[in-house]
């Protein structure tokens, strides 16, 4: 069974960085990171395949790494210039490697998320 837990988020000021951990990791799954802010559904913001191939939310690129570190199972997200309508609760998730996307329903397993907090 897959485990993850996430750590990293935070309180920072817009223009800020932060980098998400997600512990337990599997380099046979696509991995993937979500985010869910107040009263809305939950987006993809960005997902690593198998093999390193990686795809982003469009409206996130250039602002936002996703990468992996296979030796400890470790997946992050490095996450620059932040905005406050980046302020979300932030999963990691794993899914079958042949449906590597940013779709949510296509992942089994997920962390239980960590919040991450934009001011202006």
């Known amino acids: 069974q897959v485990q993850l837990v996430e750590s990293g988020g935070g309180s920072v000021q817009a223009g800020g960085s932060l980098r998400l951990s997600c512990a337990g990791t599997?380099?046979?799954?696509?991995m993937g990171w979500f985010r869910q802010a107040p009263g809305k559904e939950r987006e993809g913001v960005a997902a690593?395949?198998?093999?390193?191939?990686?795809t982003y939310a469009n409206s996130l690129k250039g602002r936002f790494t996703i990468s992996k570190d296979v030796a400890k199972n470790t997946l992050y997200l490095q996450m620059n210039d932040l905005k406050p309508e980046d302020t979300a609760m932030y999963y990691c998730?794993?899914?079958?490697?042949?449906?590597?996307?940013?779709?949510?329903?296509?992942?089994?397993?997920w962390g239980q998320g960590t919040q991450v907090t934009v001011s202006s």
């Open positions: 998730a794993a899914g079958p490697s042949r449906f590597c996307g940013l779709r949510s329903y296509n992942y089994n397993y």
């Open positions: 690593i395949a198998t093999y390193g191939m990686t």
């Open positions: 599997y380099s046979n799954y696509c």
